[in-house]
T-cell receptor, first 112, second 115 residues
Framework: SAVISQKPSRDICQRGTSLTIQCQVDSQVTMMFWYRQQPGQSLTLIATANQGSEATYESGFVIDKFPISRPNLTFSTLTVSNLSPEDSSIYLC?????????FGPGTRLTVT | AQSVTQLDSHVSVSEGTPVLLRCNYSSSYSPSLFWYVQHPNKGLQLLLKYTSAATLVKGINGFEAEFKKSETSFHLTKPSAHMSDAAEYFCVVSDLTSGTYKYIFGTGTRLKVLA
């Protein structure tokens, strides 16, 4: 199994700024994923991040708003740009290990 | 295309009574199915998974689920609810055969356990 850590665990940001979330895996993995969980809602996949290639975004999510980096097999970042109150959510990363995804603890973002 | 439907957004049970959380799926391929639990302000925890082995899957904390292909269902059950089971439960479908490994989450079922 893989152990996932995320930084920061929570943040409060002002409208118009950006937040970069880091995701670290304790082992090498090919696929990593980023999810958003809006208040009281389920998880929605933002994008799939494979090492060495551009992230693949789901419908409704664009690279300009959610740029993702995947510099190696154990690390990824998600930036949420030009923040608005609607971006207030929990952002989770996960890593694929065989048939299962392992999830990080999440980053709780509040935009004021 | 894959999808998953959790039939109840809220379920209330009394402590010590059985729990049934319902999940139906749609998949063009042989799916993998998962149940996750999320306690308030906590991360996701895997309860159990089905990946084309035994159709009756046993998980942690006394939970189990049965994969029924004919009914396209994967309902989660527990014989006796405990107060600590109160949480949000997510049914997830994944399609391994397509190579994407993407998870599709259901909308969640909030389980309330009454004393």
């Amino acid at each position: 199994s893989a152990v996932i850590s995320q930084k920061p665990s929570r943040d409060i940001c002002q409208r118009g700024t950006s937040l970069t979330i880091q995701c670290q895996v304790d082992s090498q993995v090919t696929m990593m994923f980023w999810y958003r969980q809006q208040p009281g809602q389920s998880l929605t996949l933002i994008a799939t991040a494979n090492q060495g290639s551009e992230a693949t975004y789901e419908s409704g999510f664009v690279i300009d708003k959610f740029p993702i980096s995947r510099p190696n097999l154990t690390f990824s970042t998600l930036t949420v740009s030009n923040l608005s109150p609607e971006d207030s959510s929990i952002y989770l990363c996960s890593a694929q290990d065989r048939y299962e995804q392992y999830f990080g603890p999440g980053t709780r973002l509040t935009v004021t | 295309a894959q999808s998953v439907t959790q039939l109840d957004s809220h379920v209330s049970v009394s402590e010590g009574t059985p729990v049934l959380l319902r999940c139906n799926y749609s998949s063009s391929y042989s799916p993998s199915l998962f149940w996750y639990v999320q306690h308030p302000n906590k991360g996701l925890q895997l309860l159990l998974k089905y990946t084309s082995a035994a159709t009756l899957v046993k998980g942690i904390n006394g939970f189990e689920a049965e994969f029924k292909k004919s009914e396209t269902s994967f309902h989660l059950t527990k014989p006796s609810a405990h107060m600590s089971d109160a949480a949000e439960y997510f049914c997830v479908v994944s399609d391994l055969t397509s190579g994407t490994y993407k998870y599709i989450f259901g909308t969640g079922t909030r389980l309330k356990v009454l004393a």
